[in-house]
C-alpha cells in the first residue's frame, strides 16, 4: 500500500468522491503542511493557519496507479484556480499533492507538465513533501456519508460517474 495526500477544495466532497475510486482502501480528512500544531477545524478557517484541507488516501498501486489516481483527482479540481474550488476561497482550499516517498516527487513534477500542457495554462497545484498532517475532527471524516445532502464542490454527475466504477470496478 502506498498514501499521498491530495488537497483540493473542501475535503468533504474530496473524501467521498476519492473514496469511491477502485484501488482506495482508506481516507482521512485533516489538515496539511501549515504553521501551527494540532489545528482545528476553526483555527483553519479563522486563524491564518497555512493548513489546507487534505485527504490522506491509502491506496493499492497495483490497482490504482499514482498518474491514474492524480488523473481522477485533476477531474473535479480547478488546477489553474488560485486558493479557490468551487464557492470556496482562502488558502485553506488550495490544491496540493503531498507525498511521503522521494520516487513519487519526480511521478508527480513530471504529471504536472503534462497537466499544464494539456491545459495550455500554468498549474497552481502544489507539489510539496508533507511536513504534517493532522487528523480534522471526527464529525469531519466521511461527512457526506453522515450528512446526507451536505455541500459538495464536485458536481453530483462526477460523484454518480465514480460511485458507478466502483460497483462495476471500471474507471
Not at 491564518?48 to 497495483?62: I, L, S
Not at 498518474?67 to 464557492?87: E, H, M, W
Not at 470556496?88 to 520516487?103: E, K, L, P, S, V
Request: glycine letters at 8%; hydrophobic letters at 35%.
Amino acid at each position: 500500500m502506498k498514501t499521498i495526500y491530495l488537497a483540493g477544495g473542501c475535503f468533504w466532497g474530496m473524501q467521498k468522491y476519492i473514496s469511491l475510486i477502485p484501488g482506495v482502501i482508506k481516507t482521512v480528512v485533516g489538515y496539511a503542511n501549515g504553521n501551527t500544531a494540532e489545528p482545528t477545524y476553526d483555527d483553519v478557517c479563522n486563524r491564518n493557519t497555512g493548513h489546507a484541507e487534505t485527504v490522506e488516501v491509502v491506496y493499492d498501486e497495483t490497482v490504482l496507479p499514482l498518474t491514474r489516481l492524480l488523473d481522477l483527482y485533476a477531474d473535479v479540481i480547478d488546477p489553474v484556480s488560485l486558493n479557490r474550488q468551487g464557492a470556496d476561497i482562502g488558502t485553506q482550499y488550495r490544491t496540493g499533492i503531498y507525498f511521503t516517498c522521494d520516487a513519487d516527487e519526480a511521478i508527480i513534477r513530471g504529471w504536472l507538465v503534462l497537466l499544464g500542457e494539456s491545459l495550455n495554462a500554468p498549474v497552481v497545484i502544489e507539489c510539496e513533501p508533507l511536513r504534517q498532517f493532522y487528523s480534522a475532527e471526527e464529525y469531519h471524516q466521511n461527512y457526506l456519508d453522515k450528512n446526507e445532502g451536505g455541500y459538495c464542490h464536485i458536481p453530483k454527475e462526477k460523484l454518480d460517474k465514480i460511485s458507478r466504477a466502483e460497483t462495476t470496478k471500471e474507471i
